[in-house]
T-cell receptor, first 110, second 117 residues
Framework: RKEVEQDPGPFNVPEGATVAFNCTYS??????FFWYRQDCRKEPKLLMS???SGNEDGRFTAQLNRASQYISLLIRDSKLSDSATYLC???????????FGSGTRLLVRP | DADVTQTPRNRITKTGKRIMLECSQT?????MYWYRQDPGLGLQLIYY???????NKGEISDGYSVSRQAQAKFSLSLESAIPNQTALYFC????????????????FGPGTRLLVL
């Protein structure tokens, strides 16, 4: 079983749609959780950290369910510029090493 | 100017050649990482360094070596390149010192595309 699993997609949605991505992780000792965004042929960039209480940044909402070892990302009012691959990232146990999921691809169409 | 730079950006080499990929950062970060990314796969950690005197193997270190020449520089070498080392290579940095695990944010360089023929 992969340490971090994501649906690869692609998710193909119209502009203005709401879309949700899910991610599961295998190590219950993980303490830090993130969503990174990666554009085609570019480097990953931090989108947002994920906190136990859930957190929101504009149109983006992240949720963490420790009991189910599950992380989600909700994007509201999708824009064309949201088209990218979204990487779920979890730290390896109590270390500074990060484990990256293989990503979920999002395509937002006009 | 970019905070994390990588050279070269693209490289074609032949099987058996030794090559070096370089990474420099102006962020003043202690922690530096080398990853490779293959199509459809997540980033895989090759080596990482938490300070100048610290070098650690990642998940896929075989066939690679690294050197941390200074806080700002971390280079990756392929001693004898082979075709399955064809990939996109990223360097990343993260703050050290008092930053806790929950604040671990990694900043990536633009990547080096390597093709081994």
């Amino acid at each position: 079983r992969k340490e971090v699993e994501q649906d690869p997609g692609p998710f193909n949605v119209p502009e203005g749609a709401t879309v949700a991505f899910n991610c599961t992780y295998s190590n219950s000792a993980s303490q830090s959780f993130f969503w990174y965004r990666q554009d085609c042929r570019k480097e990953p960039k931090l989108l947002m950290s994920v906190y136990s209480s859930g957190n929101e940044d504009g149109r983006f909402t992240a949720q963490l369910n420790r009991a189910s070892q599950y992380i989600s990302l909700l994007i509201r009012d999708s824009k064309l510029s949201d088209s990218a691959t979204y990487l779920c990232v979890v730290n390896q146990e109590s270390s500074y090493k990060l484990i990256f999921g293989s990503g979920t691809r999002l395509l937002v169409r006009p | 100017d970019a905070d994390v730079t990588q050279t070269p950006r693209n490289r074609i080499t032949k099987t058996g050649k030794r090559i070096m990929l370089e990474c420099s950062q102006t962020k003043g970060h202690d922690r530096m990482y080398w990853y490779r990314q293959d199509p459809g796969l997540g980033l895989q950690l090759i080596y990482y360094s938490f300070d100048v005197k610290d070098i650690n193997k990642g998940e896929i270190s075989d066939g690679y070596s690294v050197s941390r020449q200074a806080q700002a520089k971390f280079s990756l070498s392929l001693e004898s390149a082979i075709p399955n080392q064809t990939a996109l290579y990223f360097c990343a940095t993260a703050a050290g010192g008092g930053a806790g695990i929950r604040q671990e944010t990694q900043y990536f360089g633009p990547g080096t595309r390597l093709l081994v023929l």
